[in-house]
Each structure stands twice: as structure tokens, then as C-alpha cells.
């Protein structure tokens, strides 16, 4: 199982750290990540890693901002966001599994979801 934290509300152009942690190590899951979602819209990909941190992958709208880094010996990954917006609203998810390529972008491609927490950003 997934556990995430970190969540908040902070004012635009501050920064939160969201991390989640895997309960049991699973060496199934070659990817770890995190999606977004807003009430009404489709729940969106944010960013990715792979298990041993070598290759990670972002949404367009975080590039340079968002951060994600993983530490297997706590079988944790964590979300750092800076310069946030307003945009940046949204309950976000962890995500562990092992999507081929293209597909790591959709959500049923995960395996493992985390219960979620609110990010917040005031203007």
C-alpha cells in the first residue's frame, strides 16, 4: 500500500514537498509517480521515476519546477514543487507499477495508488 503526505495550502510562488511511502517493497514496481486531479477533470500525470532513480519524466507545466526523486532504502518517493500557482491546485496521488513507455502517462496503466493529498496555492 501507498501513503502520501506533505499537502497544504501555501501562496503562489512558495514550495511543498510531497512524499509517499510504499508499506512493502515491491521489486514488481519498476516506476514510481505522481498524478494530479481537479473535481470535474480527468486525473493527470505529473511526474515519474524509475525504481533506481536513472530516467524521470514530467508533464510540460512542471518542467523546471517540480522536482521527483526516490530513496529505495525507505522505499519512498517524494514530489518537490517550487514557484507554485494557483494551476497547481489539486489532490495529488502517488502511483507505483510498471507502465511500458507511452503509457506511464495514463492513469490505468499504475498499479498501486496512494489515498492522495490537497495541494492548495492562494494567489
Known amino acids: 500500500q501507498l501513503q502520501a503526505f506533505g499537502g497544504g495550502l501555501v501562496q503562489a510562488g512558495c514550495s511543498l514537498r510531497l512524499s509517499c511511502a510504499a508499506s512493502?517493497?515491491?521489486?514488481?514496481?519498476?516506476?514510481m509517480g505522481w498524478f494530479r486531479q481537479v473535481p470535474g477533470k480527468e486525473r493527470e500525470f505529473v511526474a515519474a521515476?524509475?525504481?533506481?532513480?536513472?530516467?524521470?519524466y514530467y508533464v510540460d507545466s512542471v518542467k523546471g519546477r517540480f522536482t521527483i526523486s526516490i530513496n529505495n532504502a525507505k522505499n519512498a518517493v517524494s514530489l518537490e514543487m517550487n514557484s507554485l500557482t494557483p494551476e497547481d491546485t489539486a489532490f495529488y496521488y502517488c502511483?507505483?507499477?510498471?507502465?511500458?513507455?507511452?503509457?506511464?502517462?495514463?492513469?490505468?496503466?499504475?498499479?498501486?495508488w496512494g489515498q492522495g493529498t490537497q495541494v492548495t496555492v492562494s494567489s
Open positions: 512493502v517493497p515491491s521489486l514488481s514496481n519498476r516506476y
Open positions: 521515476i524509475s525504481r533506481f532513480g536513472l530516467s524521470t
Open positions: 502511483a507505483a507499477g510498471s507502465p511500458v513507455s507511452s503509457a506511464k502517462y495514463f492513469p490505468s496503466a499504475w498499479r498501486l
